[in-house]
């Protein structure tokens, strides 16, 4: 079975290409998320629910269940993927977002929902400018520059919706998450400034999920790629 590895905002596939070097396997699928990089499909609009049916529909291409792994709004579609859609499932790892019925979005997400000030937000973040930003967060300077150079109009429009689409995604997607049956990896930075442990170990409390920290951020992909391989391959080998 492939593994998929689902990027999240405002990235594309190439969070994941330092993890990618460090895993034995080959057999890897890293789409971007429609408008992340890649073409929107007619009549898209960009809401949690579409992503959700998109990435349900790259799994099913597949054809045999996967060992999916998710970053950020990646973790979030791939939590949701897991509780709805099990049979499409072997394993899952995720980190940097977690479905929780008493998380509230950090300030940047409130203002990117905010009708007007998202807009004048993103009017005013030029990709040079986001580099900064993205480096004192904790993603690598080389990491920064490549996602700044994608952080262009589509995609800030993209990220809008899917924002404003999810003001709620945790009483809406929450309750699901107690029916969730497979093995399942929590990776977390323990210096996420966008999601605390806390609402982590709550997620591998409730579903049963391994746990493991690195000493980073929310962008651990980049931060720490060659430990994030090692603990993939260990949850993979049921370890």
């Not at 070097?21 to 809401?47: E, Q």
């Not at 993927?81 to 099990?86: A, G, I, T």
């Amino acid at each position: 079975m492939p593994a998929l590895f689902l990027h999240g905002v405002p990235d594309t596939h190439h969070l994941w290409d330092g993890v990618r070097s460090h895993l034995s396997r080959k057999d890897i699928i890293a789409p971007d998320m429609p408008g992340f990089g890649s073409d929107l499909p007619p009549g898209f609009g960009c809401t949690k629910e579409e992503y959700l049916h998109w990435l349900i529909a790259e799994v099913e291409k597949a054809g045999e269940p996967v060992d999916i792994v998710g970053h950020d709004w990646g973790a979030l579609l791939v939590e949701r993927l897991v509780s709805v859609r099990p049979d499409l499932v072997r394993t899952w790892a995720a980190g940097a977002g977690a479905i929780d019925e008493n998380y509230t979005w950090h300030q940047v997400a409130q203002v990117w929902q905010t009708p007007g000030m998202g807009e004048q937000f993103m009017q005013q973040m030029a990709p040079q400018a986001s580099i900064p930003i993205f480096v004192a967060d904790g993603m690598p300077q080389a990491v920064a520059e490549e996602v700044a150079a994608g952080f262009d109009d589509r995609m800030k429009s993209a990220i809008l919706s899917l924002y404003r689409s999810a003001v709620n995604i945790g009483k809406e997607w929450g309750p699901d998450l107690d029916t969730v049956n497979r093995p399942g990896l929590l990776i977390w930075g323990e210096e996420d400034q966008y999601m605390a442990l806390d609402f982590a170990r709550h997620m591998a409390g409730r579903t049963g999920a391994k746990f493991v920290t690195l000493p980073g951020g929310h962008w651990w992909p980049a931060q720490f790629p060659k430990e994030t391989a090692a603990a993939l391959e260990q949850h993979w080998a049921g370890n």
